[in-house]
């Protein structure tokens, strides 16, 4: 069983930077396949970044490439994603997901494991 914590959301403003962090617990946390997605009111979870447990290869949503940065320790067990540049549209709960798989995925459906999500909110 893995069990997923994240942390670091909050209320900031557009054009401000916030790291959210993925607390894993469960054996072997290097075999996971780890994803960020995000949820906004009224609409569908959306994948935003995934990062693969070996080569730590990366995939971006369109909408977030060049101003978000996944990352992973696998000491830690921790991964976490650097979000720059941030605009209103980026307001969600974030979720921190994993997959035991060397292959990354960007389709929700193939994460068995979720965390509680954190919220976070851009004001302009």
């Known amino acids: 069983q893995v069990q997923l914590v994240e942390s670091g959301g909050g209320l900031v403003q557009a054009g401000d930077s916030l790291t959210l962090s993925c607390a894993a617990s469960?054996?072997?946390?290097?075999?996971?396949?780890m994803g960020w997605f995000r949820q906004a009111p009224g609409k569908e979870r959306e994948f935003v970044a995934t990062?693969?447990?070996?080569?730590?290869?990366?995939i971006y949503a369109d909408s977030v490439k060049g101003r978000f940065t996944i990352s992973r320790d696998n000491a830690k067990n921790t991964v976490s994603l650097q979000m720059n540049s941030l605009k209103r549209e980026d307001t969600a709960v974030y979720y921190c997901?994993?997959?035991?798989?060397?292959?990354?995925?960007?389709?929700?459906?193939?994460?068995?494991?979720w965390g509680q999500g954190t919220q976070v909110t851009v004001s302009s």
């Open positions: 997901a994993a997959r035991v798989s060397p292959l990354t995925s960007s389709n929700k459906r193939d994460y068995p494991y």
């Open positions: 990062i693969s447990w070996r080569s730590g290869s990366t």
């Open positions: 469960g054996r072997t946390f290097s075999s996971y396949v």
